[in-house]
């Protein structure tokens, strides 16, 4: 059984910290490209960053460089989102995504809340 699950959201002040972790079981983490999306009320989900299988190439959204950094512990089975100077306009769900293209498979996390406020 395919399962990605979220942790690590939560409250935070404006310029705080968070680290996000997605745990993967059920299907070869090692192959997949995994993402962070975000999306806020009212919004559609947009990709906030993406790292590929072997963890050398990074992408990340205008919005997010030099604050966001994503990462993955392939011998963990987990993706990280390190989000500092965070914003109010950070605050959104994320989720996880694990995107192998050539065989057309996508999976989802149920998603994290982030909250900034102060």
């Known amino acids: 059984q395919v399962q990605l699950v979220e942790s690590g959201g939560g409250l935070v002040q404006p310029g705080g910290s968070l680290r996000l972790s997605c745990a993967a079981s059920g299907f070869t983490f090692s192959s997949y490209a995994m993402s962070w999306y975000r999306q806020a009320p009212g919004k559609e989900r947009e990709l906030v960053a993406r790292i590929i299988s072997g963890g050398s190439i990074t992408n990340y959204a205008d919005s997010v460089k030099g604050r966001f950094t994503i990462s993955r512990d392939n011998a963990k089975n987990t993706a990280y989102l390190q989000m500092n100077s965070l914003k109010p306009e950070d605050t959104a769900v994320y989720y996880c995504?694990?995107?192998?293209?050539?065989?057309?498979?996508?999976?989802w996390g149920q998603g994290t809340q982030v909250t900034v406020s102060s």
């Open positions: 995504n694990a995107l192998r293209e050539l065989f057309g498979r996508s999976y």
